[in-house]
T-cell receptor
Framework: DQQVKQNSPSLSVQEGRISILNCDYT??????FLWYKKYPAEGPTFLIS?????DKNEDGRFTVFLNKSAKHLSLHIVPSQPGDSAVYFCAASASGSSNTGKLIFGQGTTLQVKP | EAQVTQNPRYLITVTGKKLTVTCSQN?????MSWYRQDPGLGLRQIYY???????DKGDVPEGYKVSRKEKRNFPLILESPSPNQTSLYFC????????????FGPGTRLTVL
């Protein structure tokens, strides 16, 4: 039972345009959501996060939107740059549950930004 | 330099031969966790530790053991490895909890023949 799903395995966009990566979840107990970026042969690195008390969080070119009623979040990258080409994972955590240490990841979306 | 280190980076072994993958962090983080990455499955959590002597199962703990005797170290033990444990393993740490920014190690590529 996949509690966090990234339904698009890959996405290709032109440099300078917007990249939108999507993530859906099923567990209503999730109250923190994070995005990680991963380059080949490296460990993932933290990108941006959002708590369920917010519906938007912005950090430079990266914005995460949370729609709790739809159990959906998205990561917007504007403008996209070739260096953004990587695998992006969304992850969710339920801080108030008995499994407070658990973090559930999606399958990942490979973003390719073409020059 | 703040970092998470893992050793070995690459390991090829045979079924049933016990092995340990070490993980160490120098950031005084309370929370540490192990993940495995497999094609099409993303990252799946194996075990986590909220603090010294406190460990708990993630989503795929079968066939693995961990210990947290000191704050900085969180080794992953495979008592009797099997081919389905062939994977890319990552250790990570964060200040206090999984919803804090986690710092990941470089990964350990394990092949079990």
């Amino acid at each position: 039972d996949q509690q966090v799903k990234q339904n698009s395995p890959s996405l290709s966009v032109q440099e300078g345009r917007i990249s939108i990566l999507n993530c859906d979840y099923t567990n209503s107990m999730f109250d923190y959501f994070l995005w990680y970026k991963k380059y080949p042969a490296e460990g993932p690195t933290f990108l941006i996060s959002i708590s369920s008390i917010k519906d938007k969080n912005e950090d430079g070119r990266f914005t995460v939107f949370l729609n709790k009623s739809a159990k959906h979040l998205s990561l917007h990258i504007v403008p996209s740059q070739p260096g953004d080409s990587a695998v992006y994972f969304c992850a969710a955590s339920a801080s108030g549950s008995s499994n407070t240490g658990k973090l559930i990841f999606g399958q990942g979306t490979t973003l390719q930004v073409k020059p | 330099e703040a970092q998470v280190t893992q050793n070995p980076r690459y390991l090829i072994t045979v079924t049933g031969k016990k092995l340990t993958v070490t993980c160490s962090q120098n950031m005084n983080h309370e929370y540490m966790s192990w993940y495995r990455q497999d094609p099409g499955l993303g990252l799946r959590q194996i075990y986590y530790s909220m603090n010294v002597e406190v460990t708990d199962k993630g989503d795929v703990p079968e066939g693995y053991k961990v210990s947290r005797k000191e704050k900085r170290n969180f080794p992953l033990i495979l008592e009797s490895p099997s081919p389905n444990q062939t994977s890319l393993y990552f250790c990570a740490s964060s200040l206090r909890a999984p919803y804090n920014e986690q710092f990941f190690g470089p990964g350990t590529r394990l092949t079990v023949l």
